[in-house]
């Protein structure tokens, strides 16, 4: 490998990785020749592949006609146009969208959203918002205090208002069976429990990934958890605010995965594949009377200068076709099928994988020490790195995160683009194979040593 040049970037760390040179499809391709698969489309965002021909000329179309203009100036057609298919896709009623660059934005937009809602029909004593722990709802202060990851939101709790939490329905580690509603009850009635102590009267929202990203790994809803959430927030007023950032686009084998069970939020939102990482855009989608009561109290007291891009939105709207043209929604659905079945094919081989779930292509396995009791690696191994560090040496590109709350615990995300194939599923099959082998030949080199 090149040695990388002295840079002026810095981020999280100061890990450094090779110069890309060209992605084409679920590929990418270092300056120095070297391929990688990329198994997990980034941060779950290349939904659609790398190099999609028909969005490139999409934008470069837009690129000829405009590249900015402010929405307080003009309206554009590929934001008029995004909106109508957005409000298409959404649930009946929520025909109501407010474009942002990213995730994070689109959390925020939504809580300021249902507070100026709170405000305007005369609830104003309705102000927090519940959510899981843990969760990840992104990296703005607002959306950090919703957020229950401690190792990203400790340094800040000085600087932010504390929401409360309810636990995430983590059925496989509370050793309960996912299939039984009584379970998905047990957990959402966490909900109502939490409304209860709060004061109803001061709720003012609770939001949840219908299906887990990076904090919970894929994690998905036991039997009836999400139709009784649902009606727990309508009993007692509380606005259901869907966090659709990863999950949304058809990753799950819909297009939104609360699909799955049938149950509509008040507000969602949605970004990463939503243009699948052609161009910074998402989306807040509201219902209808929500927008037009902040409206009529004077309007939405929130913006971004970026909202609306034309540009972007040309992507988006093109992404949102080349995922209908080419049948992405049910090919991750099918080739999600076989991943997971071939991820727990994996689990049967090595002793170290003690959990695999998600839906479609928005999968996720979890590395243990004894599977019965389902106790995690020890810390001080930093699985969650060395595991990703060794799959990346052999060409693959897969996603991890620390399961349990932050500080411990290992989950790797395994979700390619939705143009996946079985051959490509086989690839990842069969590095990830070889990587879990290295990895726990490793693991006991290191104990022995110890």
């Known amino acids: 490998m090149s040695k990388p040049a002295k840079s002026h970037l810095f981020y999280q760390s100061r ?34 592949g790398h190099s999609n021909q028909n969005v490139l000329e999409a934008m470069r179309r837009q690129m000829e006609k405009s590249t900015f203009g402010y929405r307080l100036h003009f309206e554009t057609e590929p934001a008029e146009k995004l909106a109508a298919k957005t409000a298409a896709l959404a649930p009946d009623g929520m025909e109501k969208v407010f474009f942002v ?26 102000w927090k918002v519940i959510s899981r722990y843990p969760s990840y709802h992104g990296c703005t202060l607002g959306a950090l205090a919703l957020t229950g990851y ?12 504390a929401m409360p939490k309810i636990p995430a329905p983590r059925a496989y580690l509370d050793g309960l069976d996912p299939d039984d509603e009584a379970t998905g009850l047990h957990y959402a009635d966490m909900l109502e429990e939490r409304i209860l102590a709060e004061g109803p009267e001061t709720v003012l929202a609770f939001i949840v990934e219908p299906v887990g990203g990076a904090s919970t790994g894929a994690l998905v809803p036991p039997a009836g958890y999400m139709k009784r959430i649902r009606e727990i927030c309508s009993r007692y007023g509380v ?45 807040m989608v ?44 049910a090919n991750a659905d099918g080739i999600g099928a076989e991943l997971k079945s071939g991820l727990e094919g994996l689990m049967a081989k090595h002793a170290i994988v003690g959990d695999v779930r998600g839906k479609g292509l928005l999968l996720a396995f ?16 930093n699985a969650y790195n060395a595991l990703v560090d060794i799959a990346y040496d052999r060409g693959l590109i897969i996603y991890s995160r620390r399961t349990r709350g932050g500080y411990e615990g290992d989950h790797f995300l395994v979700c390619p683009p939705m143009i996946a194939t079985s051959t490509h599923v086989s690839e990842i099959l069969e590095v990830l194979d070889a990587s879990l082998a290295a990895f726990a030949s490793t ?3 290191q104990r022995k040593a110890g």
């Open 15 to 48: 890990l450094r990785r090779p110069t890309l040179d060209q992605a084409h499809g679920v590929y990418m391709w270092d300056v120095d020749g070297k391929r990688y698969l990329d198994g997990s489309s980034g941060a779950m965002v290349c939904n659609i």
């Open 101 to 126: 660059s990213g995730g994070s934005e689109a959390v925020e937009s939504a809580i300021k959203l249902a507070r100026q809602n709170a405000i305007a029909i005369g609830e104003a004593q309705r």
């Open 150 to 161: 401690a190792p990203l939101t400790a340094a800040f709790d000085p600087m932010m208002r």
């Open 239 to 283: 606005l259901l605010i869907h966090d659709e950032v990863m999950s949304g686009g058809g990753r799950t084998g819909k297009f939104f995965a609360a699909e799955h069970w049938d149950v509509e939020p008040d507000i969602l939102v949605i970004s990463k594949g939503f243009a699948a990482g052609y161009a910074p855009l998402g989306a």
């Open 286 to 329: 509201a219902h209808n009377d929500i927008v037009e009561n902040v409206l009529n109290d004077g309007g939405f007291l929130h913006g971004f200068t970026y909202a609306g891009n034309p540009l972007a939105c040309a992507a988006g709207l093109a992404v949102l076709e080349e995922i209908e043209r080419e049948g992405m929604v």
């Open 366 to 381: 979890e590395l243990v020490s004894d599977r019965e009791t389902l106790a995690p690696l020890p810390r001080e191994l």
């Open 443 to 445: 693991m006991a080199g």
